[in-house]
């Protein structure tokens, strides 16, 4: 079954440092998302990309955060100058459509675990 | 936009007792339901899903979901549980028509399972 991936699974960074998260989507899906989960806390949105570009992002995703599509296949989230409430596993997701079909069901990656230190 | 609220927080069972996790949501439009479970240090992977037609939704593992529109909820249930079962479970909503197609999340149930 096709899957969504994720690099690196586990990354520790100091605060103040980029970071670059990479996703790549199943092969067909259009619409791409970044979730994230604070240890202990509820799956949050952060982003959803569409047609080369955001189509909504919520309050967390601030002027530090960005996402790209560089080459059609790969989906990345960088954030900028870490902080350490960024720590955190971040989830990439991906759906084929919209509806009320199979299109609908978002699949998720296994998920980049970020510590910031 | 849709909203989703998931009542237990912490469950703890014995091997074969029965469960029921409440998830219910707000919107008033059509909306596709997901239940997703988390095991300890895994991805989210999708359990059952409703789209339309049958309310009961069947899924892996012996879960299934039942759909109640008038009570805009979707409550999970397996009648026997397994140690296995141990994992954090999440119910999601998204808008079928109109609204946001952002997945949106309950804060999730941590299920507990005794030997």
């Known amino acids: 079954e096709p899957e969504v991936t994720q690099t690196p699974s586990h990354q520790v960074t100091q605060m103040g440092q980029e970071v670059i998260l990479r996703c790549v989507p199943i092969?067909?899906?259009?619409?791409f998302y970044w979730y994230r989960q604070i240890l202990g806390q509820k799956v949050e949105f952060l982003v959803s990309?569409?047609?080369?570009?955001?189509?909504?992002k919520s309050e967390i995703f601030d002027d530090q955060f960005s996402v790209e599509r560089p080459d059609g296949s790969n989906f990345t989230l960088k954030i900028r100058s870490t902080k350490l409430e960024d720590s955190a596993m971040y989830f990439c997701?991906?759906?084929?459509?919209?509806?009320?079909?199979?299109?609908?069901?978002?699949?998720f990656g296994e998920g980049s675990w970020l510590t910031v230190v | 936009a849709q909203s989703v609220s998931q009542h237990n927080h912490h469950v703890i069972l014995s091997e074969a007792a029965s469960l029921e996790l409440g998830c219910n949501y707000s919107y008033g439009g059509t909306v596709n339901l997901f239940w997703y479970v988390q095991y300890p240090g895994q991805h989210l992977q999708l359990l059952l899903k409703?789209?339309?037609?049958?309310?009961l939704v069947k899924g892996i593992k012996g879960f299934e979901a039942e759909f109640i529109k008038s009570k805009f909820s979707f409550n999970l249930r397996k009648p026997s549980v397994q140690w296995s079962d141990t994992a954090e479970y999440f119910c999601a909503v998204t808008a079928a028509s109109g609204g946001s197609y952002i997945p949106t999340f309950g804060r999730g149930t941590s299920l507990i399972v005794h030997p």
């Open positions: 997701a991906s759906k084929l459509g919209r509806g009320r079909s199979d299109g609908n069901t978002i699949y």
């Open positions: 092969s067909n899906h259009l619409y």
């Open positions: 409703y789209f339309s037609g049958d309310p």
């Open positions: 990309f569409y047609n080369n570009e955001i189509s909504e």
